[in-house]
């Protein structure tokens, strides 16, 4: 009985498999296949970053600034803190928002400067707080569209060391109020508003030219559902978004920490030293560790 002939492949290769149920075809083809059924059309969309911001004047997209000089020379007129921020999901039936700020001197003790609220302090009414967004603003979006009310809850003075204080707040739309936010946008929370009060002359309170530094330690986006509510706790930038200088204080490593006392920013706070041509870039950075 003669033998089946067997067909020799081509010279320089092996025989090539194919595809179960498809008829042999050429490699380059059934590597194309193959790569189509591997890789993805495109490639997944990355979220938009989510987080706190803080700025003196404006919101950071209309041109807020990061430090605040004041020459300490006049009793009148006042400073804006603008508190923002950036989500980086869809967050329907929003209802309000739980703020926490905090205060670091570049000092052993807080000034009497930054002494607000609590009876005895030296510019007991200095502090105050609005919803109100600017008019000029393009960049910035208000969440609550003016329907909100609030107030600051607490400054707690050495709350967690002596050259530190803690603004609690809250804001809130009414029920049939209630508000969605989207990816991208950097909405407007509040402002904190700083009097220039008891600056100079008779009865002024001392430290308005120390070094502080003021950090957006924590949002809370509340809903009806309290396992909806979200929180914020990371610069909207991944880097420094969200702390401010006052009169060139630079916030110094700041990071969280989870102790007895909870979960808090630590961080230093003092004037960066300018660089000069004999210093090295090395101790610069340092200061940044």
């Known amino acids: ?66 430090n605040r000089s004041f020459a300490c020379n006049t009793n009148l007129g006042s400073e804006r803190l603008v508190c923002s921020w950036q989500t980086d999901a869809t967050i ?105 009060v008891k600056t100079m002359g008779s009865g002024a309170c001392g430290g308005c030219t120390t070094p502080v530094c003021l950090l957006f330690a924590k949002l809370v986006v509340t809903t009806p559902v309290a396992a909806n509510n979200r929180v914020f706790n990371t610069p909207a930038d991944g880097a420094s978004s969200h702390w401010v200088g006052w009169q060139g204080g630079v916030a110094q490593n700041p990071r969280i920490v989870c102790d007895a006392d909870g979960c808090n920013y630590h961080f230093g706070c003092w004037v960066a030293p300018v660089s000069t041509r004999g210093s090295g870039w090395g101790a610069v950075k340092a200061l940044f560790r």
Not at 17 to 34: F, I, Y
Not at 127 to 144: F, H, I, K
Not at 158 to 181: C, D, E, H, W, Y
């Open 92 to 196: 329907a039936n929003v209802s309000g928002s739980e703020v926490t700020v905090d205060v670091r001197a570049d000092a052993s003790a807080l000034p009497l400067w930054w002494q607000f609220k609590n009876t005895g302090t030296c510019r007991l009414t200095a502090l105050g707080m609005n919803l109100t967004a600017d008019d000029s603003w393009t960049g910035c979006v208000d969440q609550w569209s003016g329907l909100a009310s609030g107030g600051i809850g607490a400054y707690s003075i050495g709350l967690l060391a002596p050259n530190m204080a803690r603004i609690r707040a809250v804001a809130a739309v009414p029920q049939s109020a209630l508000f969605t936010v989207e990816p991208g946008i950097e909405y407007f929370v509040c402002n904190f508003t700083v009097s220039h």
């Open 1 to 66: 009985m003669p033998r089946a002939r067997r067909t020799r492949p081509a010279e320089g290769r092996p025989d090539a498999p194919t595809l179960p149920g498809l008829p042999a075809v050429h490699r380059t083809l059934r590597l194309a296949l193959a790569l189509a059924f591997l890789s993805p059309a495109c490639p997944p969309a990355r979220a938009a970053p989510g987080g706190v911001i803080l700025r003196w004047s404006h919101c950071r997209a209309d041109g807020g600034t990061q």
